[in-house]
């Protein structure tokens, strides 16, 4: 029996064996921690004394927000992996990430601009934060669009690595630019270096939900990968058993 590590799952037959065990459980802890997160966040935490109760928001939008950014980071990391390594896999894993990223980078938009209105008015400003990650959500569109346009695999993964690599920068812009310019979104609740301002059953509400954020993606990029691996590796022996013949047989020209 062969020596299992880290290394031994860079093969894509090997990983989608271990994608497929590792789904089922990321998505029965994403289910049960939003469940505990969304009780304490709808059903226990009191209500805010300024907000009133459209501060509950938070415990959507900040997961949201959180995990569209490390997505990214996700995403440029292993585009960088596979362009430096030529590792097929990590190709697989960054187009992998891309849709669940937009979506997080979606749903913090929406959530933020329904917070937005009874604190601020307005559903949208062009505040440094908004913008940023609005960019943000267009270079997730960028990437798929990208790999979308191009029929070639291999220039379609180092044409779209490139452009991930590039967006990276904007991560940084989003984090810091609360603290760089003048806006509208309040800074950060929760840092490493001071304590949390906000009560901490609301804190354990947020992180629980950040949790099953994390959860979610998780399943959601493991179960996706997995697909990209059958199509892309449809003309090798072993994909024969999981797709039809037809299928599995390399793409005409």
Same mark, same amino acid.
Request: with cysteine; aromatic share 14%.
């Given at each position: ?7 031994? %799952?860079?093969?894509?037959?090997? *990983? ?9 459980? *990321? ?13 304490i966040g709808l059903l226990v935490a009191p209500t805010d004394f300024q907000q009133g109760d459209s501060y ?12 569209? &950014?490390? @997505? ?12 430096? %390594? ?5 190709? &697989? ?13 979606? @749903? ?42 191009? /029929?070639? /695999? ?10 991930? &690599? ?9 984090? %810091? ?19 949390p301002t906000m009560a901490a059953i609301m804190l354990q509400g947020m992180l629980i939900m950040a949790l099953a954020a994390w959860a979610y993606c998780f399943a959601v990029v493991f179960?996706?990968?997995? +697909?990209?691996?059958?199509?892309? /590796? ?5 994909? +024969? ?5 037809? @299928? ?6």
């Amino acid at each position: 029996m062969p020596r299992i590590t880290w290394s031994y %799952f860079a093969a894509p037959q090997r *990983f989608y064996w271990l994608a497929g065990k590792l789904v089922p459980w *990321f998505a029965v802890a994403a289910a049960a921690l939003a469940a505990w997160g969304l009780a304490i966040g709808l059903l226990v935490a009191p209500t805010d004394f300024q907000q009133g109760d459209s501060y509950r928001i938070i415990f959507i939008h900040v997961p949201t927000a959180w995990t569209a &950014m490390v @997505l990214y980071v996700a995403m440029a990391f292993w585009a960088a992996v596979g362009l430096v %390594f030529n590792a097929r896999l990590a190709f &697989m894993l960054a187009q992998a990430i891309a849709p669940t990223g937009a979506l997080m980078a979606f @749903l913090a938009l929406w959530t933020g601009a329904v917070w937005g209105k009874p604190t601020w008015g307005t559903w949208w400003v062009w505040d440094a934060r908004l913008t940023s990650t609005l960019i943000l959500l267009f270079l997730y569109i960028g990437y798929m669009s990208l790999r979308a346009a191009i /029929e070639d /695999e291999r220039r379609a993964d180092r044409a779209s690595a490139v452009l991930a &690599m590039v967006g990276v920068v904007n991560v940084p812009i989003i984090y %810091f630019s609360v603290k760089w310019w003048n806006t509208l979104h309040q800074g950060a609740s929760v840092s490493v270096n001071k304590a949390p301002t906000m009560a901490a059953i609301m804190l354990q509400g947020m992180l629980i939900m950040a949790l099953a954020a994390w959860a979610y993606c998780f399943a959601v990029v493991f179960a996706r990968v997995r +697909h990209v691996i059958l199509e892309r /590796e449809r003309g090798a022996a072993w994909t +024969h058993e999981h797709l039809g013949t037809a @299928l599995a047989q390399p793409a005409t020209p």
